[in-house]
């Protein structure tokens, strides 16, 4: 397979669990 795909995964992982933390401090900030 093409490496690209993998680091393209791995960057929306990445990205998703950035969204998934910033989400989650703010539910903490209430």
Known sequence: ???FI???G???T???LR???GA???I???
């Open 24 to 26: 989650s401090s703010v």
């Open 1 to 3: 397979m093409n490496p």
């Open 6 to 8: 993998y680091v393209f």
């Open 10 to 12: 791995l960057l929306l």
């Open 14 to 16: 990445l990205d998703a």
């Open 28 to 30: 903490g900030l209430w």
């Open 19 to 21: 969204e998934l933390a």
